[in-house]
């Protein structure tokens, strides 16, 4: 297994059960929150990455790249509030910085305005492979889920990017 790869899914695993838990007015609020959360989660009591214990940092703007979130530098989370056309292609370009500083890149929008824009750079670089060979994976947290648990929503309606699958 690729090293960092168990931290990866621990964390995609969090911020796809991750619902604001409100519409904030600024995109640093909802990384406040994911931040909280994430901390909270990787770090709680008998969560250990295959046994072993270990304080995971998860912070804020860091790294060369200033992602909005690293996890012990390997996971870098970029997050867009009401992801819009304008703000398509700096995405792209900032996704192609964290594919040289990260194993791992997570994209979570929390609102988008441009779908398209969106599918596009989904299908540009889901998958893409960053340093070391880890991956790219997008989540879009729709705004009627704010505030909404996720924990144990089995519904199957919808997709790991809040998609519906009909």
Excluded at 12 to 24: A, C, G, I, Q, S
Aim: charge should be negative.
């Amino acid at each position: 297994m690729l090293q960092g790869q168990q931290l990866f899914n621990d964390v995609l695993k969090e911020v796809e059960n991750w619902n604001p838990t409100k519409e904030y007015n600024h995109e640093s609020k909802f990384q406040n929150e994911l931040k909280e959360v994430l901390d909270k989660q990787l770090n709680s009591e008998g969560r250990g990455i295959m046994g072993r214990q270990k304080d995971i940092p998860v912070d804020r703007e860091r790294g060369k790249s200033n992602a909005d979130l690293a996890v012990d530098d390997t996971v870098g989370i970029e997050m867009k509030r009401n992801l819009s056309n304008s703000q398509v292609d700096r995405l792209s370009g900032q996704i192609d910085k964290y594919l040289n500083e990260y194993p791992f890149v997570i994209i979570c929008a929390c609102g988008i305005e441009d779908k398209s824009g969106w599918r596009r750079l989904k299908n540009k670089f889901q998958g893409s492979q960053g340093i070391e060979g880890g991956q790219v994976e997008f989540i879009w947290k729709k705004k009627e889920n704010y505030g909404k648990s996720q924990q144990g929503d089995d519904s199957g309606e919808g997709d790991m990017f809040g998609e519906p699958l009909f």
